[in-house]
């Protein structure tokens, strides 16, 4: 696929993705068709309401966290077009996915750490941003090794020299990023790391 195209058969993926945090940040700060609180991830309520896993990726805490993981978007599918990608689903199958594995890898943590240290925290987490942060994971993988292969279809990644400079870059700004306060660094962290993973199977 040429680089050089603004527009590929591919792009209705990321589209579809913004569109759709787009629409719920206007139901759910412009409109309040819906309250926000009923949708954020929070620990202590996940077995009860397990739907928040999913819904809290959709939901920013305001139009700049939007406008951010917005700009992640844009970001990573140039990164992805840069790559050589060559399937029309891959996105949304690894948004669908790392949106559980994320979430299983903060629920692990928060399990070690109530059972040694009797510390359950108590906090909630909403936005697209453990997404970007795993897809910025296994795009700095794939840049150094290519990855043709995900979930045995046909994804056709090829190493790139110039994709790996700059999102090793952005992986350590971002990294610096998420010990600002009000930033989720597990969410952050944990996104990282289940991209790796997702390089690696």
């Known amino acids: 696929m040429a680089v050089n195209k603004s527009i590929s ?16 940040f206007i139901l759910t700060d412009l409109f309040e068709v819906f309250d926000k609180e009923f ?21 920013h805490a305001d139009l700049n966290h939007l406008l951010s993981n917005l700009g992640g978007i844009i970001m990573t599918r140039y990164f ?21 594995l994320n979430f299983f890898l903060i629920w692990v ?38 990855k043709s292969h995900f979930l045995g279809k046909k994804i056709g990644l090829k190493s790139n020299y110039q ?15 998420s010990f600002l306060p009000g930033v989720s660094l597990l969410g952050h962290l944990s996104g990282f790391i289940a991209g790796c993973f997702l390089f690696l199977i």
């Open 39 to 59: 949708l954020y991830f929070v620990p202590r309520l996940i077995t009860d309401q397990p739907y928040r896993i999913f819904t809290s990726i959709l939901v």
């Open 163 to 177: 994709v790996q400079k700059m999102s090793k870059t952005i992986c350590l700004i971002g990294l610096i990023f």
């Open 109 to 146: 943590y928060e399990k070690i750490l109530s059972y040694f240290i009797n510390f359950y925290p108590n906090y909630a987490a909403l936005g697209f941003s453990g997404i970007i942060y795993a897809l910025l994971g296994f795009l700095l993988l794939t840049s150094y090794f290519g």
């Open 80 to 100: 992805l077009m840069r790559l050589g990608i060559e399937s029309r689903f891959f996105y949304l199958k690894f948004t669908l996915i790392c949106s559980f």
């Open 9 to 24: 058969k591919y792009d209705w993926q990321y589209i579809l993705s913004a569109s759709l945090l787009i629409l719920i």
